[in-house]
């Protein structure tokens, strides 16, 4: 009983003293919730490592910090605005698989000047463990993806505003072509009656008539033209685009060489133009393929291990003889060319993704490619045959396209941020 006593007494002794120290003892903070975001909780420790890169980043480029408490709320909101991006990617079956994370990860060593050994060196240097430095980067990956699709399907570029693109300044500057135009001008008196506009509206007409019949322009200019070069057969000689008369600035470089336009109104009267030639500017011969393609795109219902599966037998199948054709028609997730057997018509270098067009350049006309993987998901291609195509007036009408659609993309971004911001529950707990 005696030696029981003492062992008690002792173990009381001990959590005593324990108590005490621990009540000395600085409190140890352990991690907490911080938000929930839709069902997601989000730490204390997540937003921490945020703030360390972020001070880290901003201390780079030599800017002063903001106070603590407006850096942390900025922190916070872009980690709340990121988890809910990620969570449209999960819920739109986007994966970015160990392959393609490496690919970018070696591309971003290679910007960087530095073998991938020496990449990892520095990233684990800056105090970032390399495995996280990976999933960062997939969620990067994911969200540029998530965006991608979500937005720029919303944007529309009319054929009207590349109209308006190529008539302005900014596009005739940077073009540097010239354009040789010749003019006839039916003028009208300051304070026109309308009977005499209508009269002159109707002699610009019957000489455009007569234009359209084939007579020749400058003997029409020297007879009938009000025009300072009248007698030079209307003759304007070689302009910049920015040079032109504003009046007809804007149709003469949507013209073909040898083609009319007008009559055209202004205070002097009616004018009648044709683009004799032009000259500068490079020409665009491309090389165009005719391909049709089968996609399949993993999604709530189909993951990326069983959509590789999928492709896979479609492969087998087509490789077998069935037409790629009929298996799109029947499977492709592709709805812009699945009723047409998955058929692309026509395409240009630079049109599509870059890992499908290299697969796409390698096939001979008839062949069908191994599963392609892209942003999109996996592809099965078929290279109809080739041709050349002279693309200079397309070429730059795709390419003003691409850059109001880019201009307008960062724009649309932030519309859509806050839309999915202010549709997401969020709860800040400190």
Excluded at 23 to 43: K, W, Y
Excluded at 82 to 106: F, H, K, P, V
Excluded at 109 to 120: E, G, S, V, Y
Aim: glycine share 6%.
């Amino acid at each position: 009983m005696k030696k029981n006593s003492w062992i008690q007494s002792s173990v009381l002794l001990v959590c005593l003293l324990l108590v005490s120290v621990s009540a000395q003892a600085e409190p140890r903070v352990l991690d907490r919730v911080i938000a929930v975001v839709g069902e997601e909780a989000l730490m204390q420790s997540e937003l921490d490592l945020r703030l360390q890169q972020v001070r880290a980043q901003i201390s780079e480029r030599g800017v002063r910090l903001p106070p603590e408490d407006v850096l942390r709320q900025q922190v916070l909101e872009r980690l709340i605005l990121d988890t809910i991006q990620l969570q449209l990617a999960r819920q739109g079956g986007l994966r970015i698989d160990e392959q393609t994370l490496s690919a970018t990860i070696n591309r971003i060593a290679q910007q960087n000047q530095m073998t991938l050994p020496q990449f990892r060196d520095a990233v684990e240097a800056d105090g970032l463990a390399f495995s996280l430095f990976r999933e960062q980067i997939r969620e990067e990956m994911l969200i540029s993806q998530v965006r991608q699709r979500r937005v720029a399907d919303r944007i529309q570029v009319s054929e009207q505003e590349v109209d308006a693109y190529l008539a302005s300044p900014e596009a005739m500057e940077q073009e540097g072509r010239e354009f040789r135009v010749a003019h006839i001008l039916i003028s009208l008196p300051e304070g026109p009656s309308p009977e005499q506009v209508a009269k002159a509206r109707a002699d610009a007409d019957a000489l455009m008539q007569r234009l359209r019949t084939g007579e020749d322009f400058a003997e029409l200019a020297v007879s009938a033209s009000a025009g300072d070069q009248a007698f030079s057969g209307g003759d304007l000689g070689w302009r910049s685009a920015l040079s032109l008369p504003s009046i007809f600035a804007d149709q003469v470089v949507r013209m073909s060489a040898g083609e009319l336009a007008g009559p055209i109104r202004s205070p002097s009267g009616f004018h009648l133009i044709k683009l004799v030639e032009t000259r500068g500017g490079a020409q665009h011969v491309i090389l165009q393929t005719q391909a049709r393609h089968l996609l399949l795109s993993p999604n709530a219902l189909r993951d990326e291990s069983a959509t590789r599966e999928k492709i896979n037998q479609l492969h087998q199948r087509a490789l077998a003889g069935e037409s790629l054709a009929e298996l799109a028609r029947q499977y492709s997730d592709d709805r812009a060319s699945r009723q047409s057997g998955g058929s692309l018509g026509w395409v240009s270098p630079g049109q599509m993704v870059p890992s499908f067009e290299a697969a796409m350049q390698s096939l001979q006309p008839g062949e069908i490619s191994e599963p392609i993987q892209t942003q999109f998901g996996w592809h099965l291609i078929e290279v109809e045959g080739y041709r050349e195509a002279d693309m200079t007036d397309r070429l730059r009408r795709q390419q003003v396209q691409q850059l109001l659609a880019e201009r307008r993309f960062e724009e649309e971004v932030q519309n859509w941020l806050r839309e999915i911001r202010d549709s997401t529950w969020v709860e800040i707990r400190g």
